[in-house]
Each structure stands twice: as structure tokens, then as C-alpha cells.
């Protein structure tokens, strides 16, 4: 996870945000929870630091997960520079 400066926002002046990097877990290992169970504690560690927004990139694989802990899709442009 990463926590970067932000500008803040009126409905969000915390000038924190936090971004969920390469949540992975080995083939032989899922659907036992464990995925769920780290995010969980991620989300908690932000709550614990006053954090009000979270984001994330999914994979089609994760995103079943995600959606559950109540995340939500958002509109993201990108462009490569190299």
C-alpha cells in the first residue's frame, strides 16, 4: 500500500490517500480467505489513520472480492509516457 500526498477536497480534506498495490495470492492458495482477510486488515489500518478514500486497480479475478468489501469502479484515464 501506498500513501501519498493529496490535495484535500471539501467532502474529503484529508491530504492522505491511500492505493492498494499487488494484492496477490498463489493459485493453490485462494478461495480460502486469505486475500480477504489481508485487505481487511488493510482497511482497517486506514481507518485507524483517519484515511477517507482507498483505490485500487482489479483484476477481473479480484474484483468479485473487492466489490464485496464495498469498493466501487471509478472512471481512471492512463497514458504511457515511455
Not at 474529503?12 to 486469505?34: F, M, S
Request: aromatic letters at 6%.
Amino acid at each position: 500500500m501506498l500513501i501519498s500526498a493529496w490535495p484535500g477536497q471539501p467532502q474529503d480534506p484529508q491530504p492522505r490517500r491511500a492505493t492498494i498495490l499487488n494484492v496477490y495470492t498463489e493459485r493453490d492458495r485462494r478461495r480460502r480467505g486469505i486475500a480477504r482477510k489481508l485487505m481487511e486488515h488493510i482497511l482497517e489500518f486506514c481507518r485507524s489513520e483517519g484515511l477517507a478514500q482507498v483505490s485500487l486497480h482489479a483484476s477481473d479475478d479480484g474484483r468479485p472480492l473487492y466489490e464485496d468489501l464495498g469498493f466501487r469502479p471509478s472512471n481512471e484515464m492512463r497514458l504511457r509516457l515511455r
